[in-house]
């Protein structure tokens, strides 16, 4: 099996609180609470351990959430924790069980200095010898610059370990000059690189081999409830994926399923699956993690009962 590593360089500890109904202006009292490390990268790693794939997950976090960072440490997840001055960002979701919905907030987090940075960028150049997929996922801190980013893939670009980008759209520049073998935007990402609103199929699908022809082999643009469309082989080949309505999960809470597509490609590629298999996978971690209140805490029950319902058809566009 396939070596993972995956980076994450703005992580965040998601906090959920569970409760009956929020009593906006007044006092609510919460049913159940939880908090996890997570960002990006975590949430791709924590997703192949419920698949029992183990990857070694690289991160930044405050320096108050070593501890929590570090106690990812499991069977299949090797963590290692570059502390830095500052606290983590919060994701905090509330979810109300009587009216079926979840509100979300976010706050800001640390800002890396030069010191971080080189110490992040050394770390990955030691752990891609010993690697031969890596992931980084997520947006950039404050303080870490798409140069700073370059600088950081270049140390993995001195290895064969194979690379996969899920960026933010801001970042995807400094990255695609590395020819990673596969990246993921969403719909919206997407449309913010190729400067446009992108209307139908046939938009989606030009954007995406805009984008194959600056570096990426194969494009994964995730569209929510509605799947996939996949670009691959040099643009001579579109896919869309998709679970059929009647089948799809009937959770409301999405929160993380990019990141469980992601560990569910990434897990197929390791697996040596053709590209057609390995979108199914994706698609299918993609839907068993609304089904989960922690992302990537997958059950691999759920995630062979939507392998059974993926459908992909061949897009002439």
């Not at 997520?138 to 893939?153: E, M, V, W």
């Not at 990255?175 to 199929?201: Q, Y």
Request: proline fraction near 3%; glycine fraction near 8%; include cysteine.
């Amino acid at each position: 099996m396939s070596k993972i590593l995956t980076v994450s360089l703005n992580t965040a500890v998601d906090r959920v609180i569970e409760l009956e109904t929020l009593n906006i202006g007044g006092v609510s009292e919460a049913a159940n609470q939880s908090e996890v490390a997570a960002g990006k990268g975590i949430n791709v790693s924590r997703a192949l351990a419920a698949g029992l794939i183990g990857s070694t997950a690289l991160c930044f976090c405050g320096v108050k959430d070593k501890e929590l960072f570090l106690g990812l440490e499991s069977e299949f997840i090797r963590a290692v924790v570059f502390p830095v001055a500052g606290s983590t960002r919060s994701n905090i979701t509330i979810v109300e069980s009587q009216h079926r919905r979840a509100t979300h907030l976010k706050t800001k987090g640390y800002s890396v200095n030069v010191n971080d940075i080189a110490a992040m960028t050394a770390a990955i150049g030691n752990e891609v010898r010993n690697s031969d997929i890596v992931a980084v996922a997520g947006s950039l801190p404050a303080g870490f610059s798409n140069n700073d980013l370059r600088d950081l893939l270049g140390a993995t670009a001195r290895s064969s370990a194979r690379l996969f980008l899920d960026l933010a759209a801001e970042n995807y520049e400094a990255g695609l000059g590395f020819r990673p073998f596969a990246i993921k935007p969403n719909l919206e990402e997407l449309s913010t690189i190729a400067g446009k609103t992108l209307k139908d199929v046939a938009d989606i699908v030009a954007a995406a081999r805009e984008l194959a022809t600056k570096g990426a082999d194969t494009v994964l643009v995730t569209l929510g409830a509605d799947g996939a469309i996949i670009v691959a082989e040099n643009g001579t080949m579109a896919l869309q994926a998709f679970i059929p309505e009647t089948h799809r999960p009937s959770h409301d809470d999405a929160v993380g399923s990019g990141d469980a597509f992601v560990a569910g490609f990434i897990a197929a590629v390791a697996g040596n699956e053709p590209l057609g298999d390995c979108i199914i996978n994706a698609c299918a971690y993609g839907a068993a993690n609304q089904a989960t209140a922690v992302p990537g805490q997958l059950d691999q029950h759920d995630v062979r009962r939507y392998r059974s319902r993926v459908q992909v058809t061949r897009i002439f566009a």
